[in-house]
């Protein structure tokens, strides 16, 4: 029963955010926040903190049990296709699931990157106020792991390009400020 309600909620608060919320906005330097220091064990069984990736880090919150996960997975494994080998890392975090279903998500959706294993949900909590408000989200960190960008519900490869490319050019150094690069 707590899966159900859980999925409940998360669909009420999707539904509560506005399309801003759901589209994001890149946040200036000045108004980013530092991700919080999380770390766990990989669907793969190896152990993996946030700080060990480097560049801007698109982090992806998702579950088995979420249809829009299922939507939006197409896109994000071209996006990590496209953007790898340009210094971005990717990070799936699955929250609220069983290890089963992980895994039978990973295959079949034929997710490329590392995903932390987060049955409690204590990675995703651990972000508090910047981390996701429902389920799928994702955050766009820049080269110095703040949160430059939220976006909730699933996101479309050129939903996430749009942001991710001045954050591409802030960590080459190619802009002062991926803000002013995005308008």
């Given at each position: 029963?707590?899966?159900?309600l859980?999925?409940?909620?998360?669909?009420?608060?999707?539904?509560?955010?506005?399309?801003?919320?759901?589209?994001g906005?890149?946040?200036?330097?000045?108004?980013?926040?530092?991700?919080p220091?999380?770390?766990?064990?990989t669907?793969?069984?190896e152990?993996?903190?946030?700080?060990?990736?480097?560049?801007p880090?698109l982090?992806?919150?998702w579950g088995?049990?979420?249809?829009?996960?299922?939507d939006?997975?197409p896109?994000?494994?071209?996006?990590?296709?496209?953007y790898a080998?340009?210094?971005?890392?990717?990070?799936?975090?699955?929250?609220?699931?069983?290890?089963?279903?992980?895994?039978?998500?990973?295959?079949e959706?034929?997710?490329?990157?590392?995903?932390?294993?987060?049955?409690?949900?204590?990675i995703?909590?651990?972000?508090?106020?910047?981390?996701?408000?429902?389920?799928?989200?994702t955050?766009?960190?820049?080269d110095e792991?703040?949160?430059?960008?939220?976006?909730?519900?699933?996101v479309?490869y050129?939903?996430?390009?749009?942001?991710?490319?001045?954050?591409?050019?802030e960590?080459?150094?190619?802009v002062?400020?991926?803000?002013?690069?995005?308008?």
């Amino acid at each position: 029963m707590r899966p159900v309600l859980l999925v409940a909620v998360l669909a009420l608060l999707l539904v509560a955010c506005t399309e801003e919320e759901r589209a994001g906005v890149l946040l200036p330097v000045e108004e980013r926040e530092p991700a919080p220091e999380v770390s766990g064990e990989t669907l793969e069984g190896e152990e993996l903190a946030l700080s060990d990736l480097e560049g801007p880090v698109l982090v992806n919150f998702w579950g088995s049990w979420c249809g829009p996960c299922v939507d939006e997975a197409p896109d994000l494994r071209r996006l990590h296709e496209h953007y790898a080998d340009q210094g971005v890392a990717f990070l799936g975090v699955n929250v609220r699931d069983s290890e089963q279903g992980a895994q039978r998500f990973v295959e079949e959706q034929d997710k490329r990157f590392p995903s932390l294993f987060d049955p409690p949900g204590e990675i995703a909590a651990a972000f508090g106020g910047i981390g996701p408000q429902a389920m799928p989200s994702t955050l766009l960190l820049d080269d110095e792991q703040r949160v430059a960008i939220r976006m909730f519900g699933a996101v479309s490869y050129g939903q996430v390009q749009q942001h991710l490319e001045p954050l591409v050019a802030e960590a080459r150094g190619e802009v002062d400020d991926a803000a002013e690069a995005a308008r």
